[in-house]
């Protein structure tokens, strides 16, 4: 059985500001395309696309490319919430990835935190959309606590779909190389 990955884009009104509503739709374009880009990886992924702000609904591509997204009203985590419980039923694991800049309020996501870690056999991860995107809350709700920037797109859907559980660098940890030593 191929795996469901839920790839759930944030279009609550602070998706407007900054171009973001634009990023987010060219972020669901090009994950949708990586099974042609990546086929020795995703070719057997199977994508579902939504949107979130109130509440989540599903977005159907129109010829093969996601329609326009548009950003209204305030985010829901507790309608994203109800729909990860839904998504993922009693017996199935759940791979969902959130693209949002994370403006929602630190109650919800410590909510959203709480019932994802009691919750095993959830995999959800977050990709920070925007200058602004608040990354302490993106990396409160991602269940191993890591946030891809937007740019890293592609590995964040490797890592929803395919990755290990447990906790991961975040994209604000530095990466140090250091050349010349031996290995």
């Given amino acids: 059985m191929n795996p469901n990955l839920h790839v759930i884009a944030d279009t609550s009104g602070s998706m407007k500001e900054m ?10 374009r090009y994950a949708s395309r990586l099974k042609t880009l990546n ?7 199977n994508m579902l696309f939504f949107q979130w702000s109130a509440e989540v609904a ?5 010829d093969g490319d996601i329609p326009p997204l548009s950003a209204r009203g305030p985010s829901d985590l507790g309608a994203l919430a109800a729909f990860l419980r ?4 009693e017996d199935r694991a759940l791979r969902a990835l959130v693209l949002s ?19 095993p056999r959830v995999r959800l991860r977050a990709v920070a959309v925007g200058a602004d995107a ?24 490797s890592d929803a779909a395919f990755g290990l559980d447990g906790p991961g660098p975040s994209a604000d940890t530095p990466i140090v190389v250091r050349f010349g030593q031996a290995r």
Avoid: M, W
């Avoid at 599903?58 to 129109?62: A, G, I, N, W």
């Fill in 101 to 119: 800049d994370g403006h929602f309020s630190r109650a919800e996501a410590e909510d959203l935190a709480q019932e994802l870690g009691s919750r």
């Fill in 19 to 28: 171009g973001k509503i634009h990023l987010l739709r060219n972020l669901c």
């Fill in 86 to 89: 839904e998504a993922r039923g």
């Fill in 134 to 157: 608040d990354l302490t809350r993106l990396k409160k709700i991602s269940s191993n606590g890591r946030v891809y920037r937007a740019e890293d797109i592609a590995s964040a859907v």
């Fill in 39 to 45: 086929p020795q990886v995703h070719s057997n992924l």
């Fill in 58 to 62: 599903k977005v159907t591509p129109e």
